[in-house]
C-alpha cells in the first residue's frame, strides 16, 4: 500500500519556526517530484513548495518563497519543508504529495492535470500567541 505521512506539526507562537517532514511507504520518494500543500479552514488549498524527484529542481510559492524552503534527504528518504518566521496566516492543516509520474520541466504548484496522485492525511500548524 503506497502511503504518505507528514509529521513536525505543532503549536507555535508568532515568528517561529517548525521543519515539517514527508514520509513514504510503499514507494520510494526518490522515484516522485514531491509537494507540500496546505488548507486553511474556509479556504482553498494552497500549493506551497514542491521538489523534483531528482532533488535538483525545486518550485516555491511567491507567497512563501522567502520563508519556506523545501529540501530533500535522499539517504533517508524523506523531504522536509523548514518553514521561518511563521504568522498566524500560516495555521493550517499541511500536506505532501507524490507525483508519480513526473513531467518533464519544474513540478507544479497544484493537483491539476493528474498530478500528485498520493497524499498523506496532514499535519497540523498552529501559529499563535
Known amino acids: 500500500q503506497l502511503q504518505l505521512a507528514e509529521s513536525g506539526g505543532d503549536l507555535v507562537q508568532p515568528g517561529g519556526s517548525l521543519r515539517l517532514s514527508c514520509a513514504a511507504s510503499?514507494?520510494?520518494?526518490?522515484?516522485?517530484?514531491i509537494g507540500w500543500f496546505r488548507q486553511a479552514p474556509g479556504k482553498e488549498r494552497e500549493g506551497l513548495a514542491c521538489?523534483?524527484?531528482?532533488?535538483?529542481?525545486?518550485n516555491s510559492a511567491d507567497s512563501v518563497k522567502d520563508r519556506f524552503t523545501i529540501s530533500k534527504d535522499n539517504v533517508n528518504d524523506m523531504v522536509y519543508l523548514e518553514m521561518s518566521s511563521l504568522t498566524p496566516e500560516d495555521t493550517a492543516v499541511y500536506y505532501c504529495?507524490?507525483?508519480?509520474?513526473?513531467?518533464?520541466?519544474?513540478?507544479?504548484?497544484?493537483?491539476?492535470?493528474?498530478?500528485?496522485?498520493?497524499w498523506g492525511h496532514g499535519t497540523q500548524v498552529t501559529v499563535s500567541s
Open positions: 504529495a507524490a507525483d508519480r509520474s513526473p513531467w518533464p520541466g519544474i513540478c507544479p504548484l497544484d493537483a491539476k492535470n493528474g498530478r500528485y496522485q498520493y
Open positions: 510503499g514507494f520510494a520518494l526518490n522515484d516522485a517530484d
Open positions: 521538489i523534483s524527484w531528482t532533488g535538483r529542481r525545486a
